[in-house]
C-alpha cells in the first residue's frame, strides 16, 4: 500500500490544511503517479476571483462565465462560453464581438477549417490587409480594400482566373451595376444595356396634315452605343400630301459618326408594289428621320401621297448613339 508523508518546509511557518467537503458525499483526490508541484513557478490554477469563475457540471461540459449547463447562443441570449462533452465549442457575449483571431509576423491562414479531419477552408490574409475565403482545393475570394475589388483567389489568396460564376441551372438572379462590364484586357467596358418602348410618330405635315392613329408602337434594345428598334404605325385618319414623309419619337439620338445617316428597312403595306420597300434614314445628332425610295440611278423622297390609303408600315434596323 502506497503511504502518503506531508512533509513541512523547514523555513516556512505556514499552515497546510486540508478540509472536509460540505457535503455528506466522499470526495476523492487522485494524484497522477509521478512528482508534480503546485505553486508560485510552476504550472498552477490560481483563483483570484470573487465569485466561481469555471465550473464543470455533472455532463463534464466545462462552463466559464455562465451559472447554468445551457449551451450558450443555442437558440437562447445566455451569454459566456462552455466546452460540450461532445467536442461543441459555444461562445456569446452581449454587446461585443466574440472572438479575436490573430495571425503576427506573416501573410497566410488565420483558422482553417476540417471535415473528417481533412483540410476544406480556411480564412487567411495576404499583403498584410487583405483577406480572402477560399477552399482547401482552390476557390475563394479575395477582397482588396486598396484598389475596391473583389477578385477569385485560390487556397492561399493568390489569383485565380480559372473560376465561373453560377452555372447552368445554377444561374444567379440579378446583377447590379453602376459601371460597366470588360470582357478581356482591351480598354473598351460595355456600360450599358437597356430594353424598353417607345412611340413613333408622324411630323405634322410632313407627308400627312393632321394624323391621327390606330396603332404607333415601338420597341427598343440598347446595348452599349447600339440601338436596335422596331416600329409599326397604323393612322386612322389625316391628309396625305406629296412631302415626303418624316418620322419622329426615336429613343435616342443618332451619333455623329462621320456617316451621313443610319439606314432602316422595312415595308409599307399600302404602298403600290413599285414603292412598298422605301429605306428610312436617320441623319445624324438627331432623333428623327425620312424614308427614301430607289430610283433607277440614284433615289428621291418618299412622299405621304406614295404611303398609299390607309397608311400601315412596319421597319427595324440598328444605330449608332453616343448617350
Keep these: 500500500m502506497s503511504k502518503i508523508a506531508l512533509t513541512p518546509n523547514g523555513s516556512g511557518s505556514g499552515v497546510f490544511t486540508i478540509a472536509s467537503p460540505n457535503s455528506n458525499t ?14 508560485a513557478g510552476s504550472p498552477s490554477i490560481d483563483d483570484n476571483g470573487n465569485a466561481t469563475a469555471l465550473t464543470i457540471d455533472s455532463d463534464e461540459n466545462l462552463l466559464v462565465g455562465q451559472s447554468s449547463s445551457t449551451a450558450v447562443g443555442a437558440g437562447n441570449t445566455t451569454t459566456g462560453f462552455s466546452i460540450r462533452n461532445d467536442g461543441g465549442l459555444y461562445v ?16 497566410g491562414e488565420i483558422a482553417e477549417f476540417r471535415k473528417d479531419g481533412a483540410a476544406v ?19 475563394g475570394l479575395q477582397f482588396d480594400k486598396d484598389n475596391n475589388r473583389i477578385i477569385p483567389c485560390d487556397a492561399t489568396g ?3 482566373s480559372n473560376v465561373e460564376l453560377g452555372d447552368e441551372g445554377l444561374a444567379f438572379t440579378n446583377l447590379f451595376l453602376t459601371g460597366g462590364i470588360q470582357f478581356d484586357s482591351r480598354s473598351s467596358k460595355l456600360e450599358d444595356y437597356e430594353e424598353g418602348t417607345f412611340t413613333p410618330a408622324v411630323e405634322n405635315g410632313w407627308g400627312v396634315l393632321n394624323p391621327t392613329y390606330n396603332t404607333r408602337s415601338g420597341y427598343y434594345t440598347k446595348v452599349g452605343n447600339k440601338v436596335y428598334i422596331v416600329f409599326h404605325i397604323i393612322l386612322s385618319g389625316g391628309s396625305l400630301n406629296g412631302n415626303k414623309l418624316q418620322l419622329n419619337g426615336f429613343p435616342f439620338s443618332v451619333a455623329n459618326t462621320g456617316v451621313a445617316e443610319s439606314t432602316l428597312n422595312g415595308f409599307f403595306y399600302t404602298a403600290s408594289s413599285q414603292q412598298a420597300t422605301p429605306m428610312f434614314v436617320m441623319a445624324s445628332n438627331g432623333t428623327t428621320g425620312s424614308f427614301v425610295r430607289r430610283t433607277t440611278t440614284n433615289r428621291t423622297n418618299f412622299t405621304g401621297n406614295d404611303a398609299g390609303n390607309g397608311f400601315n408600315l412596319s421597319f427595324s434596323g440598328t444605330y449608332l448613339t453616343d448617350q
Excluded at 477552408?121 to 476557390?139: C, H, K, Q
Design 121 to 139: 477552408g480556411n480564412i487567411g490574409v495576404v499583403s498584410d490587409d487583405r483577406m480572402y475565403f477560399a477552399t482547401a482545393d482552390g476557390l
Design 158 to 160: 493568390g489569383y485565380n
Design 26 to 39: 466522499n470526495r476523492t483526490i487522485t494524484l497522477p503517479d509521478e512528482s508534480i508541484t503546485l505553486g
Design 92 to 107: 456569446s457575449r452581449s454587446s461585443g464581438k466574440t472572438a479575436t483571431f490573430n495571425r503576427n509576423t506573416s501573410d
